[in-house]
Antibody, heavy 123, light 105 residues
Framework: QVQLQESGSQLLKPSQTLSLTCAVSGVSIDGGAYSWSWFRQPPGQALEYIGNIYDSGITDYNPSLRSRVTIAVDKSKDQFSLVLTSVRAADTALYYC???????????????WGQGALVTVSS | DILMTQSPSSLSASIGDRVTITCRASQTINTYLNWYQHKVGKAPKVLIY???FLQSGVPSRFSGSGSGTDFTLTISSLQPEDFATYSCQQSYSTPYTFGQGTRLE
């Protein structure tokens, strides 16, 4: 059974760095054919795509966050990470890690999600 | 970015009801549209991908349709466990974008 679990919730001050990890169990993160992604949901708002790392190691980031975000995979630990620098109040959100899959017909979707980690940015 | 607009934002329904939620994209996305179910404190769950394909393990009372810019999610006979928030997501291009959600209550 595939499970994803984000590391714990965080309280940060403006300008600090957000670091989250996502532990993957039930499947090897190096198994290929999947991507590993981060999303977030600010209070009362829609889910927002942060970025993606493909099994090739290629990353894709939301242009609105690209200058501040890094996603990386640690294959030895079956986990992947999110680093967001210079956080501000607008970065307050529930952060989700997900696995991206692709159907035989070529459709991409996110088939496994963590339960989310709350990140609060406040002075 | 592609803007996804859902309606209604909330919906009051009863057990056994047929429920339809709509999602509109700001530009054509072919059939690159997914539907998710969200419950507080639980991991979101994909229900439909490619606009109409039922994800493995999802009950057949859920169905999706549409192409281009207009899509629908239908629950044929509402069950108690279906009270949740539903959102659409386009996978046509990155950055992937979601609708704001429809709360079923």
């Amino acid at each position: 059974q595939v499970q994803l679990q984000e590391s714990g919730s965080q309280l940060l001050k403006p300008s600090q760095t957000l670091s989250l990890t996502c532990a993957v169990s039930g499947v090897s993160i190096d198994g290929g054919a999947y991507s590993w992604s981060w999303f977030r949901q600010p209070p009362g708002q829609a889910l927002e795509y942060i970025g993606n790392i493909y099994d090739s190691g290629i990353t894709d980031y939301n242009p609105s966050l690209r200058s501040r975000v890094t996603i990386a995979v640690d294959k030895s630990k079956d986990q992947f990470s999110l680093v967001l620098t210079s956080v501000r109040a607008a970065d307050t959100a529930l952060y989700y890690c997900t696995r991206g899959a692709q159907s035989i017909s070529g459709y991409s979707f996110f088939d496994h999600w963590g339960q989310g980690a709350l990140v609060t940015v406040s002075s | 970015d592609i803007l996804m607009t859902q309606s209604p934002s909330s919906l009051s329904a009863s057990i056994g009801d047929r429920v339809t939620i709509t999602c509109r994209a700001s530009q054509t996305i072919n059939t690159y549209l997914n539907w998710y179910q969200h419950k507080v404190g639980k991991a979101p769950k994909v229900l439909i991908y490619g606009a109409s394909f039922l994800q493995s393990g999802v009950p057949s009372r859920f169905s999706g349709s549409g192409s281009g810019t207009d899509f629908t999610l239908t629950i044929s006979s509402l069950q108690p466990e279906d009270f949740a928030t539903y959102s659409c997501q386009q996978s046509y291009s990155t950055p992937y974008t979601f609708g704001q959600g429809t709360r079923l209550e």
